[in-house]
């Protein structure tokens, strides 16, 4: 069992950056390098949409092309955290942004749909003002 809890949302003004974080718990007999983790963020109206990905040990990251050169995606084993680092925000990056751990095999498959995620978090709000 995995508990995921984000933090660092807030009200921002276009062109300025945010920093999401997510702090895990985990059940004993996992650790969280178990988990590849990923980030989800979801608009009033829409569903939710990918975001990025990590790997277990951050050797392999990969972005949604909306946000790729923007966000940054990093993580800290020792400390169960990861972070989401958001540039230049927009106006069309306003959503509730969701943090979730896969213990899924997807296989040689990057995790990017919602389904690829056993665990997740209740999200943080970010909005962006013009």
């Known amino acids: 069992q995995v508990q995921l809890e984000e933090s660092g949302g807030g009200l921002v003004q276009a062109g300025d950056s945010l920093r999401l974080s997510c702090a895990a718990s985990?059940?004993?007999?996992?650790?969280?390098?178990?988990?590849?983790m990923g980030w989800f963020r979801q608009a009033p109206g829409k569903e939710r949409e990918f975001v990025g990905t990590i790997s277990w040990t951050g050797g392999s990251i990969y972005y949604a092309d909306s946000v790729k050169g923007r966000f940054s995606i990093s993580r800290d084993n020792a400390k169960m955290m990861v972070y989401l680092q958001m540039n230049s925000l927009q106006p069309e990056d306003t959503a509730v942004y969701y943090c979730?751990?896969?213990?899924?095999?997807?296989?040689?498959?990057?995790?990017?749909?919602?389904?690829?995620?056993?665990?997740w978090g209740q999200g943080t709000q970010v909005t962006v003002s013009s």
């Open positions: 985990i059940a004993s007999g996992r650790t969280f390098s178990d988990y590849r």
């Open positions: 979730a751990a896969s213990g899924l095999n997807t296989g040689l498959r990057t995790p990017t749909f919602v389904g690829d995620y056993d665990y």
